[in-house]
């Protein structure tokens, strides 16, 4: 009898939609994704999740070098970037710094970049929260979308996989959690949607 393969560990790093703010711990998408994978019957642990609500890439960077790790991990998704739109940093530095995020997110994923799911970065512009502030919902859009379009480049020049979720959370801004600006269980669960047959592809055996 074929001993029982060892569980994949994945590694999960971002910010406040990685960590799930204002759902429950098993409504987060990194949470859903691991429960949609054993379903399909991948034996995979709970994730191990490098992400704290208001972070920005630097941030990360921080966190990743604060915490304990346990590389090589068999699945890094990283999902960035927001905060750094909020405060209004230039998209310069956000190309500078994700890069070098993915380039760990590569290493941590034990120099495997097919095994690395970058995760765009949802428009909280079209949140209720952004209506009553009386934000510009165009600019965020804007700039979100040039803080999209680096990350899918860098993406592709590593060699890792990009999912666009943008496009789900300006589609679906009803599916906000009750504080009017992080995604509800409901849209994080259409985020896994598009991410499940990403992660699927990139788990899959090298022949």
Do not use: C, K
Not at 102 to 118: D, E, I, K, Q, Y
Not at 120 to 130: L, R
Not at 141 to 160: F, H, M, P, Q, W
Not at 180 to 204: C, E, F, N, T
């Amino acid at each position: 009898m074929m001993p029982a393969a060892p569980p994949l560990h994945y590694l999960a790093l971002g910010d406040s939609y990685t960590i799930g703010e204002a759902v429950a711990a098993d409504q987060r998408w990194p949470a859903v994704l691991v429960q949609r994978l054993r379903r399909a019957g991948v034996v995979i642990d709970d994730p191990t999740i490098v992400a704290v609500t208001g972070w920005t890439t630097d941030e990360l960077a921080q966190g990743i070098d604060a915490t304990p790790m346990s590389p090589p991990y068999d699945l890094v998704s990283l999902q960035i970037g927001v905060n750094n739109q909020y405060r209004g940093r230039s998209a310069g530095e956000y190309r500078n710094q994700f890069a070098s995020l993915l380039a760990r997110a590569v290493a941590l994923a034990g120099h495997r970049a097919t095994r690395v799911v970058v995760v765009s970065i949802p428009d909280w512009g079209v949140t209720h929260f952004a209506h009553e502030q009386g934000r510009d919902r165009a600019q965020i859009a804007r700039e979100l979308d040039v803080y999209n379009a680096i990350a899918r480049d860098e993406t592709s020049r590593a060699g890792a996989h990009f999912v666009d979720i943008t496009g789900i959370s300006r589609r679906y801004p009803v599916l906000a959690a009750a504080d009017g600006l992080h995604p509800s269980a409901a849209q994080y669960a259409l985020w896994v949607d598009a991410i499940l047959p990403v992660v699927r592809a990139a788990l899959r055996p090298s022949r």
